[in-house]
Every structure is written in C-alpha cells, then in structure tokens.
C-alpha cells in the first residue's frame, strides 16, 4: 500500500460543480488500496463559504483532504489571480512538508 499525495487547487468531490477527474483518480487509488491525500484549496469546492479556518481537514470516499481557505472567482484581474495562485502554492508546500 503507498501513501499518494496529490496537489491540485481546484479539486471537485462529486457532488461539486465542475471537472471531478482528479476525484475519480483518487476513489480508484483508494479502492486499489492506497493511502490517498489531496492537497487542494477551497475555490470550487462546494459549501465552500463554510470553510471559516485557514485549513480544513475532510474524509470523503475515504480520500483525505487538506483544503486552504483561497479566495478566488475567475473575475479576479489576471495579477490577482497570479496572487491567489502564488498563496496556494507556498500553503501547499507547507501542508506537504507536515503530511
């Protein structure tokens, strides 16, 4: 059994609004045994005005997740969206240095 740790901003359980292939690349590596964490920010997760923390842990599908409280909309100007970007980023190296 491995330990997968997949970074990915905009990850979509199922029951989200948009591109759920990164979600059903993972159910098929835990139902293939593996250990799976998803590093991922809150952007287009659903209910996801409800993320009040920093960071939110999450069990779905047996799929763990550490979601970061990221602003973003696509109305952002491009500069803006650079820096949501930039802050994922350098959160996400720190959320893989503690995993």
Known sequence: MAHLLYLHQFFVPDDGAGDTRAYDV?????RA?????????????????AFGQ????LTIDGIDLHIIRVPYTNHFPFWRRIIAFLDYMLRAIWEVLQV
């Open 26 to 30: 993972c159910r098929a590596w835990v």
């Open 33 to 49: 045994g593996n250990r799976v964490t998803v590093i991922t920010s809150n952007s287009y997760f659903p209910n996801s005005e």
């Open 54 to 57: 920093s960071l939110t842990r």
